[in-house]
C-alpha cells in the first residue's frame, strides 16, 4: 500500500469538480495549475501519486472537458523558458496541444494575453492556424488590475475576443506562472454574463493543501519549490473570518482576493466565495494512507531543494535571499540530513579518498557507492554497481568490456575534442544496452533500471549537464555539493 491513496484521490477529485460543474449550471472555467504531464515534485512528496496522474485526472473527465491554452505576448517576445525542459514558452504551447490531441482531448483554443502584433507573436499565431487551432487575442488593460469600472466594462474586458467553447469544463492551462490564466477565466465571465450565461470560475491546484496545517512538511516542501517566487504559505484570514475554521493558502493568492473578489461580484452581481480556499477544488488532504510516510517524503524534498538553490546560486543564477530562504526551511523545522543517508556517506569518502563519489540509496538502506575512475564518472559507476546489485550480480562481473569503453572514449576525445574522456551516464547506458544483446549479466543489469525511479542520491561535486539529464529520465532524485570537482571557470 502506497501511502497516497490514488484511487480514493481520483474518485473524491472528479467528485468536487463535477458538483462545482453543477454549481455553475454547467459551464466552469477552471483555472489549472502546476504541471500536467509531469509533476515529478508531486509524485516525490505524495508517495503513489505519479508524475501524470494530473493527466488521469483530465481522461477521467475527457467527456466534459476542453482544454484552453495561455501564453503572454510578453513571454513570447522574452524568450521566457521552462526551466525544467530548457524550451521556450511558445514551443511548450505546441507541445501541450501535442500531448493533449495524442490523449484525445479537445484542445481547439490558444490565447495569447497582453497582445500585440510583433513577428514573434504573429509567427506563432501562424503555426497555429495552420493546425486549425484558433488564436485568441487578449489585450493588455491601463491600470490592471485596480481600475475596476474599466475593466468590467466594453473597453476593458469587452474589448478581447471570446473564446467558442462547448463543453461544461473549460480547463485553462499554460506553459508557467504569469501566462495570465485567471485573466482569462475572468474575461470569459464578463462575455458569458453579458450573453447572460451563468457560468463560474474555480481553481485546480494540488499545493500549498489548504486542510493541513501551514507548517505540514507538505506544505513546506512546496514552500522550498517556490522561494524563487517569495511564496509564503499564511492562514487564509478570510476563510478564519467566514468559516471560524484554518485553512492554509500562500500569500499571492490571499493578497489578490480582495480585488478579485470585486471583479467577480461586479460581474455576477452577486458574492460568489468569501476566500481564496474557498475558490479550490483541492481533494490532497483527505488521501492519505500513511501520513508520516508523506512527510518523511516531503522533507526529503526540502533537503534537495536546499541543495538545488545551493548549486544555483554557486552557478550564479539565484540571489542569495533565495538560498536563504531554502536553509531556513531546514533549520527552522529541525529537519535532519541523516534522512538521506547518501549525502553524508558520499562527502565522507569524497573528503577521504580526495574525489569524486556518487552515492545511491536502494531500498531505502542500501547504499551502493561510485567512484571516478579512469574510465568511468563516479555517477555512471554509481550506476553501474546500482543495477548489479538489484539484479544480484556478483561485483567483480564486468557490465561492459573495457574495450567498448575505450572506443567510446577514443570518440569523445579525438573526435568530439572533449577534455573529458570518461563516460557519462547516458554514454554508459547506450554501451550498456548494446552489450544487453550479447551479454547476459549486461541484460540482467539493464532489466533493473525500472526500479531505479524514486531512489535517493548524491554526488559530492556539481554534475553536468547531461548526467543531470540523465537522472531526470530515470526520475532518480540526485542532489549535488555545491562544489566543482576542479578549479577552472568554465563548466558545462
Request: neutral net charge.
Given at each position: 500500500m502506497t501511502a497516497f491513496n490514488l484511487k480514493k484521490y481520483f474518485e473524491l477529485q472528479t467528485i468536487e469538480i463535477k458538483n462545482r460543474i453543477k454549481q455553475f449550471n454547467n459551464k466552469l472555467y477552471l483555472e489549472f495549475g502546476g504541471k500536467i504531464f509531469d509533476d515529478l515534485h508531486a509524485s516525490r512528496v505524495l508517495p503513489g501519486f505519479l508524475s501524470d496522474s494530473k493527466l488521469q485526472l483530465l481522461l477521467k473527465l475527457k467527456n466534459e472537458a476542453e482544454i484552453v491554452v495561455v501564453i503572454s505576448a510578453n513571454?513570447?517576445?522574452?524568450?521566457?523558458?521552462?526551466?525544467?525542459?530548457?524550451?521556450?514558452?511558445?514551443?511548450?504551447?505546441?507541445?501541450?496541444?501535442?500531448?493533449?490531441?495524442?490523449?484525445?482531448?479537445?484542445?481547439?483554443?490558444?490565447?495569447?494575453?497582453?497582445?500585440?502584433?510583433?513577428?514573434?507573436?504573429n509567427k506563432l499565431q501562424n503555426i497555429l492556424g495552420e493546425h486549425n487551432i484558433n488564436v485568441v487575442k487578449h489585450y493588455k488593460i491601463d491600470d490592471y488590475p485596480n481600475n475596476l469600472d474599466l475593466i468590467v466594462s466594453k473597453n476593458g474586458y469587452g474589448k478581447n475576443e471570446t473564446i467558442k467553447t462547448q463543453k461544461p469544463l473549460i480547463v485553462i492551462t499554460a506553459p508557467g506562472p504569469g501566462s495570465g490564466k485567471l485573466a482569462v477565466a475572468l474575461s470569459e465571465l464578463y462575455h458569458d454574463a453579458i450573453n447572460n450565461i451563468d457560468s463560474g470560475y474555480a481553481k485546480f491546484e494540488t499545493f500549498p493543501v489548504w486542510n493541513l496545517a501551514v507548517d505540514h512538511p507538505l506544505n513546506l516542501a512546496y514552500e522550498a519549490a517556490t522561494t524563487d517566487l517569495n511564496d509564503q504559505n499564511k492562514i487564509d484570514p478570510y476563510y478564519l473570518k467566514s468559516r471560524n475554521k484554518i485553512a492554509t493558502n500562500y500569500n499571492r493568492d490571499i493578497q489578490a482576493f480582495p480585488i478579485l473578489s470585486q471583479i467577480m461580484n461586479k460581474i455576477q452581481k452577486r458574492n460568489i466565495?468569501?476566500?481564496?480556499?474557498?475558490?479550490?477544488?483541492?481533494?490532497?488532504?483527505?488521501?492519505?494512507?500513511?501520513?508520516?510516510?508523506?512527510k518523511q517524503a516531503a522533507n526529503k524534498e526540502i533537503i534537495r531543494r536546499y541543495y538545488q538553490s545551493a548549486v544555483a546560486f554557486k552557478k550564479g543564477m539565484i540571489s542569495k535571499s533565495v538560498l536563504i530562504r531554502n536553509a531556513n526551511l531546514i533549520s527552522k523545522n529541525n529537519i535532519n540530513f541523516s534522512i538521506r543517508p547518501c549525502i553524508e556517506i558520499a562527502n565522507k569518502l569524497a573528503n577521504q579518498l580526495n574525489m569524486n563519489i556518487t552515492t545511491f540509496t536502494l531500498n531505502?538502506?542500501?547504499?551502493?557507492?561510485?567512484?571516478?575512475?579512469?574510465?568511468?564518472?563516479?555517477?555512471?559507476?554509481?550506476?553501474?554497481?546500482?543495477?548489479?546489485?538489484?539484479?544480484?550480480?556478483?561485483?567483480?562481473?564486468?557490465?561492459?568490456?573495457?574495450?567498448?569503453?575505450?572506443?567510446?572514449?577514443?570518440?569523445?576525445?579525438?573526435?568530439?575534442?572533449?577534455?573529458?574522456?570518461?563516460?557519462?551516464?547516458?554514454?554508459?547506458?547506450?554501451?550498456?544496452?548494446?552489450?544487453?544483446?550479447?551479454?547476459q549479466y549486461a541484460k540482467l543489469a539493464y532489466d533493473q533500471l525500472k526500479n531505479l525511479a524514486g531512489i535517493e542520491a548524491h554526488c559530492s561535486a556539481i554534475l553536468s549537464m547531461q548526467d543531470i539529464e540523465t537522472y531526470n529520465h530515470l526520475n532518480i532524485n540526485i542532489t549535488q555539493e555545491p562544489k566543482y570537482d576542479n578549479d577552472t571557470l568554465y563548466h558545462k
Open positions: 513571454d513570447i517576445e522574452n524568450n521566457k523558458l521552462r526551466g525544467d525542459l530548457g524550451i521556450k514558452y511558445e514551443d511548450d504551447v505546441l507541445r501541450l496541444i501535442d500531448n493533449f490531441k495524442s490523449y484525445d482531448l479537445i484542445v481547439n483554443n490558444v490565447v495569447i494575453t497582453q497582445y500585440q502584433p510583433t513577428f514573434r507573436v466565495y468569501d476566500s481564496p480556499t474557498s475558490m479550490g477544488v483541492n481533494m490532497v488532504g483527505f488521501c492519505f494512507n500513511n501520513e508520516e510516510e508523506i531505502g538502506n542500501i547504499n551502493i557507492i561510485g567512484k571516478t575512475s579512469a574510465l568511468l564518472g563516479s555517477s555512471s559507476a554509481a550506476l553501474l554497481n546500482a543495477l548489479k546489485y538489484l539484479a544480484n550480480i556478483p561485483k567483480e562481473i564486468h557490465l561492459l568490456s573495457k574495450e567498448a569503453i575505450e572506443l567510446v572514449q577514443n570518440l569523445k576525445v579525438n573526435v568530439f575534442k572533449s577534455k573529458n574522456p570518461r563516460l557519462h551516464m547516458n554514454e554508459t547506458l547506450i554501451i550498456l544496452a548494446m552489450s544487453a544483446k550479447s551479454n
